[in-house]
């Protein structure tokens, strides 16, 4: 009985995280709709630093940075703070400030889920969807 329990929740979960839009416009992630712009802020990023809650980017809490394909954790100074993953030629690695160095976690293409921000540079794509929508690292 309590695999069936499981298994139910397991589908009601991918259901769930499929129903779920995100989109990217003028440096502000937001959740809720696919139409860029609209929808709940949780967060912003401007001059490699990811901010928590406000949709003027460059306010807010600072989650993390990126600097030269590293990704910190809690300075609003690129290239400062703990080292938490890198990304290099289209691959993320955890565990390491040497880019492509680390354990493969994946591509950053698995962690670009998020409507419009394709043009943004791989490292902040993967660091927006850390610090705003799901911990990876």
Known sequence: MEQVDVILLMCFGDYFMATINYN?????????????????VLGNVKADCIREGSSTPGCGK????????VIYEGSSTPGCGKALGNVKNGFVYAGSSTPGCGRKI????DFTVVKGIEREKDE???AMHHFLIKKIF
Do not use: A, Y
């Not at 990217?24 to 709940?40: I, N, Q």
């Not at 600072?62 to 394909?69: A, I």
């Not at 994946?106 to 293409?109: A, R």
């Open 124 to 126: 902040t794509i993967v």
């Open 24 to 40: 990217f416009k003028d440096g502000c992630l937001r959740e809720g709709s696919s139409t860029p712009g609209c929808g709940k």
């Open 62 to 69: 600072t989650l993390g940075n990126t600097k030269m394909g």
């Open 106 to 109: 994946g591509k950053v293409s």
